[in-house]
Nanobody
């Protein structure tokens, strides 16, 4: 089992930036692709970004391309999501997943953390 803890969320004005972090406690973290997902009120959880173990494969949702950047530091068992030019529609609870499939931008397996709230005001 892998435990995931998301952090870095908060309240920011439109156009601002935040960097989210996801720390994993399991030794398998560095061997899997990681991903970020989000869920807004009244919406289903949706894919945001994913990164392979070697960081050679990346995927982004169309809604965040050019604004968000996913990265990872395997020796720290941590994945990051740098969010720039934030918009009110980015408001959601953000979750990370340790078994995200980059090619299909899905996470049918793996664990989820409790998430971190991101609120963007206009």
């Amino acid at each position: 089992q892998v435990q995931l803890v998301e952090s870095g969320g908060g309240l920011v004005q439109a156009g601002g930036s935040l960097r989210l972090s996801c720390a994993a406690s399991g030794r398998t973290f560095s061997t899997y692709s990681m991903g970020w997902f989000r869920q807004a009120p009244g919406k289903e959880r949706e894919f945001v970004a994913a990164i392979s173990w070697s960081a050679g494969s990346l995927a982004y949702a169309d809604s965040v391309k050019g604004r968000f950047t996913i990265s990872r530091v395997n020796v720290k068992n941590t994945v990051y999501l740098q969010m720039n030019s934030l918009k009110p529609e980015d408001t959601a609870v953000y979750y990370c997943n340790h078994k995200t499939r980059v090619a299909t931008m899905t996470a049918p397996f793996g664990s989820w953390g409790q998430g971190t709230q991101v609120t963007v005001s206009s």
